[in-house]
């Protein structure tokens, strides 16, 4: 990953926060808590899905650069959701947690240098390792499509 390229995901990463906390203010709680089908995620589930990885990109980045050998641990984002009390959250509250973490991990990503972006850790799911850029390219990525989804539920829950 380039300089240019680096600092391009980074900037994305940095506005997805702000893009999001705008799409969901003000929304009513029965728009928060529509489900276009069973077993599909509402709004409110959604934002704690992005609080929640918000906090696994954190810890992924920081075993990669800090542990020697770094095992990732898999999660199956369903049961995070059906078992993490996500339709019981705050909506206001996982935006500002979203926020604050994201804030603190592109802090940390700003002080890296060129060869830390090449450290990694061992994937089981993937079964090959995964570099703290292709990490930082996921955040940059991972948002949008959540921002076009709620889009879509804000649309079909009118």
Same mark, same amino acid.
């Given at each position: 990953? *380039?300089?240019?390229?680096?600092?391009?995901?980074?900037?994305?990463?940095?506005? $997805?926060?702000?893009? &999001? /906390?705008?799409? #969901? $203010?003000?929304?009513?709680?029965? *728009?928060?808590?529509?489900?276009?089908? @069973?077993?599909?995620?509402?709004? !409110?589930? &959604? !934002?704690?899905?992005? /609080?929640?990885? =918000?906090? !696994?990109?954190?810890?992924?980045?920081?075993?990669?650069? /800090?542990?020697?050998?770094?095992?990732?641990?898999? &999660?199956? +984002?369903?049961?995070?959701?059906?078992?993490?009390?996500?339709?019981?959250?705050? @909506?206001?509250?996982? #935006?500002? !947690?979203?926020?604050?973490?994201?804030?603190?991990?592109?802090?940390?990503?700003?002080?890296?240098?060129?060869?830390?972006?090449?450290? $990694?850790?061992?994937? @089981?799911?993937?079964?090959?390792? #995964? *570099?703290?850029?292709?990490? #930082? +390219?996921?955040?940059?990525?991972?948002? @949008?499509?959540?921002? =076009? +989804? &709620?889009?879509?539920?804000?649309?079909?829950?009118?």
């Amino acid at each position: 990953m *380039t300089e240019a390229e680096f600092k391009s995901h980074l900037d994305l990463a940095e506005k $997805s926060p702000k893009q &999001i /906390a705008a799409a #969901v $203010s003000g929304l009513p709680d029965k *728009t928060l808590r529509y489900k276009p089908a @069973p077993g599909k995620w509402c709004i !409110l589930e &959604i !934002l704690a899905h992005l /609080a929640d990885i =918000e906090i !696994l990109y954190a810890y992924r980045m920081r075993q990669m650069l /800090a542990d020697e050998k770094p095992v990732i641990a898999p &999660i199956d +984002q369903d049961a995070w959701a059906r078992n993490l009390g996500y339709m019981e959250s705050s @909506p206001m509250e996982l #935006v500002a !947690l979203y926020g604050l973490n994201r804030h603190a991990n592109l802090q940390l990503l700003r002080r890296l240098k060129a060869a830390d972006l090449e450290k $990694s850790a061992y994937h @089981p799911e993937k079964k090959n390792q #995964v *570099t703290v850029a292709e990490i #930082v +390219q996921m955040m940059s990525k991972h948002d @949008p499509n959540h921002l =076009e +989804q &709620i889009e879509k539920l804000k649309q079909q829950a009118r």
